[in-house]
């Protein structure tokens, strides 16, 4: 009997770090779609794989005030209640505000505000699906994925201070 390895299959991403005015973002391409931004403190550099290319792009053109939404094939493997929570988030306008209660009415559900939280935390595409957008209805900006300086940011941004 043949002594063989296994191959174990691993998903193959490529990824670009790039600099903005609110830190390094990371994109990783699995295939033919962007499978995630996120915040990261790796070195600049990395793939040129064109999709990744073109997230940079349209995400420096944000940062300019040059873009207000995104045209990019998003991987999105998650529950029906969050993909439900990220497609309410995508209809927020740029530059305006809603709430966790907001969302939860949008996707029928509305006494599930902790659970529209729960999606925001698990979001995987930072700034694309804008869940900075998002705030208590008590005050205040509330929590971010990239931090609570990037979420200001993003909204000032947005509202052009």
């Known amino acids: 009997m043949e002594n063989r390895k296994r191959r174990i299959q691993t998903d193959k991403r490529d990824a670009r770090v790039f600099s903005t005015p609110v830190g390094r973002l990371k994109i990783e391409v699995e295939g033919d779609a962007i499978a995630a931004i996120a915040r ?5 550099g990395g793939t040129e794989h064109p999709l990744a290319r073109e997230a ?3 995400l420096l053109e944000y940062f300019k005030g040059e873009r207000t939404s995104f045209d ?3 991987a999105i493997q998650t529950t029906p209640f969050y993909r439900e929570v990220y497609e309410a988030l995508l209809r927020v306008p740029y530059g305006e505000v809603t709430t966790y209660g907001d969302i939860a009415r949008a996707v029928g559900r ?8 729960g999606a925001m935390r698990s979001n995987k595409h930072i700034i694309v699906i804008p869940c900075h957008r998002v705030v208590p209805a008590s005050g205040g900006i509330g929590n971010y994925g990239g931090g609570v300086a990037m979420k200001a940011a993003l909204l000032r941004l947005e509202r052009g201070q």
């Open 56 to 58: 940079e792009a349209q």
């Open 110 to 117: 509305p006494k599930a505000y902790r659970a529209v939280g």
């Open 72 to 74: 990019l094939p998003l």
């Open 40 to 44: 990261t403190e790796d070195v600049p």
